[in-house]
């Protein structure tokens, strides 16, 4: 490697998933943001998916945290912890001598939150580390030129926040987020269930049914899936068979207010600008993308052309390449 450059680390801090990329390895991590602790000792026992899978069946001695709630630091405890696991990780493939590390997290994360971040993977032996907005990362992982002069908007539905966002000239113009993203419609699910079918679920049974049956194609054909969960009259286990025709029903007011946000970032939009969205449409990633549908909704709510990303989990990991290699980072294989 060459001397002046430095081994570029990319992170994708989200509210739901965690992702990094090594370069010359890379996509090494993408695992729920989730860290578990023994109470006892405060070591960190589990992150990732192993944590995700101590959710709801801990006892005293352990304690399960997602340090990321509607888009903020909740835990900073946790989210220290969990980016030490990571660079721990890291660790065991390449020393994080001669490192930069560029650290993408939600629009909402403060400064402060954003500096504490930056500090510790500075602890942590890398060299030189800076903090991106995630819409930005995005934006570029999507395949868009953000640095032509033509402008991008950008909807990320992901697990905390959707962020709207408008891109020019290599930076974020304006954008808006809201608190209306994939965990709100769990619990919309959760609530639902509750009511119409007497049954009480946990988030995880409710993010299942969002994933699995979601949609936003009206006359769809007509999915089922059968949940468990605690009967609310009896308080024993019961079943309910749910189908994609309510979820259908439940989304239509949620996507009303997402529409209703990316009404207001275009209406702020400057005219020059909101005519290169005309002509080239909006781009919508994150999670949330993945529910069939999705592209006509928009397209037919706000009369724009719309794509999806095609790997609309992995886009913010898949910008830190570029902007770490913009930043000098060393480019060991472009394929990487
Ligand atoms: N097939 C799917 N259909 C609907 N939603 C999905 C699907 N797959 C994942 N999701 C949802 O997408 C969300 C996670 O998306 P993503 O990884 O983009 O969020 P994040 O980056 O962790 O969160 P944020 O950007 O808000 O901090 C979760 O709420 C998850 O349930
Ligand atoms: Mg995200």
Redesign the pocket.
Known sequence: MAKDKKLGIGI?F????LLVYVQGHGIIFDEP?VVAFDIETGDVIAGGTDAFNMIGKTHSKIRVSKP?RD?VISDMDAAQALLKYVFKRVQTLRSLKNSLCLICC?SEVTQIEREALKELALQMGITDAFIEE?IKSGAIGSGIDIYSPEAAMII??????T?VGVLSLGDVVLSKSIRI???Y??QEIIKHVHKQHNLVIGPITA?KV??EI?TLIPNDKEKKLLISGRDLVTGLPSAATISSKEIFELLLPIFGEITNVVYTVLEQTPPELASDIVRKGITV????A??PGIKEYFEKALNLKVRTATE??RV?VEGTKVLLKNRGSYLVNPQD
């Open positions: 994708d989200g509210t739901t998933n943001s990321l888009g939600p995630e990320d539905l992901g697990g905390g926040t962020d993203a994939g965990n419609i769990d993010e969002k994933t979601s990633e994150g999670g949330g993945l529910i609309a989990l913010v």
